[in-house]
């Protein structure tokens, strides 16, 4: 049985006395919970979350990663940067970074190399626009995103990625995915995974990123093939966070 896996998205929110806060109420309220957790911030919050997050349940990661090593690349973070900072995971692919930054498959691809070549684990995200639901593309669209990575790694490197299906269109947008609905994308991954390695199928997780909040978790996470969350907004705010991982 895979282990569920509660993942925050700070996106580009945050302040050194803010966060702090925030991370020493989430390790005080974990208790007993049996999720894993971690929270992916902004850069140059790496450092401060390994102060606090050092010898807790709670790991860090960051939100995105340069695709080449080092080099004339201004504002860019390479993954052996990130690694130096202990960071477990990086998310890749968000739908943030296709829309406002132009990322296509195949260079989201070449991100998930470039972590796990440093002993990482990329957050692979995926997920279909509004437009791109209403015109029934969602299979297409969400397999195509997912193939350009599973077939860029070897069989071994597919066991060590996480995926995170993120319908563009219910996020903060008022509208939502309903249980079912988002079921039946992750069985679609599931499947894709399958095919590429029975083994990896059983063990990588596949989060959820629509807009998971309190109030909507347990009738996600209950789903066979919901094994987490990747949370934005109710991430920031450490109550609801908790109240995630516990629902997990």
């Known amino acids: 049985m895979r282990a569920k896996l509660i993942v925050g998205n700070w996106k ?12 020493e109420g989430i390790v005080a309220g974990l208790g007993d919970a049996r999720a894993q957790s971690a929270v992916c ?6 450092q401060q979350c ?7 349940p709670v790991a860090w990661g960051a939100q995105d990663v340069s695709v080449h090593g080092f080099g004339a690349y201004t504002g860019e973070v390479c993954a052996k940067m990130l690694s130096e900072f202990a960071c477990r995971y990086v998310i890749i692919g968000h739908s943030e970074r296709r829309a406002y930054h132009r990322e296509d498959n195949a260079l989201v ?17 995926v997920g279909e626009t509004l437009e791109q639901r209403e015109a029934g593309e969602t299979t297409q669209v969400v397999g195509a995103q997912l193939d350009a990575v599973l077939e860029a790694l070897d069989t071994a490197s597919v066991a ?5 299906y993120e319908p ?6 008022g509208r939502n995915a309903t249980p079912e609905m988002a079921q039946d994308v992750h069985a679609q991954l599931r499947a894709q995974l399958k095919a590429r390695s029975a083994d990896a199928a059983d063990v990588v997780p596949i ?11 347990k009738d996600l996470l209950v789903q066979p093939d919901i094994d987490g969350g990747l949370i934005g907004g109710a991430a920031l705010k450490a109550e609801d966070f908790l109240a995630i991982i516990h629902a997990a």
């Open 207 to 217: 989060l959820y990123g629509g807009s998971m909040k309190p109030e909507n978790a």
């Open 12 to 23: 580009m929110n945050g302040s050194r006395a803010v966060n702090a806060t925030l991370l």
């Open 160 to 164: 060590k990625i996480v995926v995170a």
């Open 50 to 56: 390994e102060d606090i997050l050092t010898g807790t």
């Open 168 to 173: 563009v269109w219910a996020i903060g947008t």
């Open 109 to 125: 691809a070449k991100k998930v190399l470039a972590v796990l070549a440093e002993g990482m684990t990329p957050i692979v995200c």
């Open 41 to 46: 911030v902004p850069a140059p919050y790496l």
